[in-house]
């Protein structure tokens, strides 16, 4: 199965900017939901951006529009979360997630538990 793993998280002071890099290994296939997801203790995990790799539909959370862009590359096995004008409360462990097989089609995309595979995380922290 694909094989997730994230990179680029660190420290950075308020107003600053982190680009999270989520690199795909063996990935067969295309069409598929990612998403990135935050957890920061004692809060749940929350989704805040998903991407469908076949039809290019992007969802965000409210928290983060016009503030974060989720992109990925060419090849279609990295994906990205620029994460700009960066706030406090975006502290949190990020984590990449993929769907595959594909959930059923009432899934929230936005909903952890609609993901069966997922990265170490990568911390965010911002002062």
């Known amino acids: 199965h694909v094989q997730l793993v994230e990179s680029g998280g660190g420290s950075v002071e308020a107003g600053g900017s982190l680009k999270l890099t989520c690199t795909a290994s063996?990935?067969?296939?295309?069409?598929?939901?990612m998403g990135w997801f935050r957890q920061a203790p004692g809060k749940v995990r929350e989704g805040v951006a998903s991407?469908?790799?076949?039809?290019?539909?992007?969802v965000y959370a409210d928290s983060v529009k016009g503030r974060f862009t989720v992109s990925r590359d060419n090849a279609k096995n990295t994906l990205y979360l620029q994460m700009n004008s960066l706030k406090p409360d975006d502290t949190a462990m990020y984590y990449c997630a993929a769907a595959w097989p594909a959930p059923p089609y009432w899934a929230n995309v936005m909903a952890a538990g609609t993901y069966n595979h997922w990265g170490q995380g990568t911390q965010v922290t911002v002062s």
């Open positions: 063996r990935v067969t296939y295309s069409g598929y939901w």
């Open positions: 991407l469908h790799t076949g039809g290019g539909s992007i």
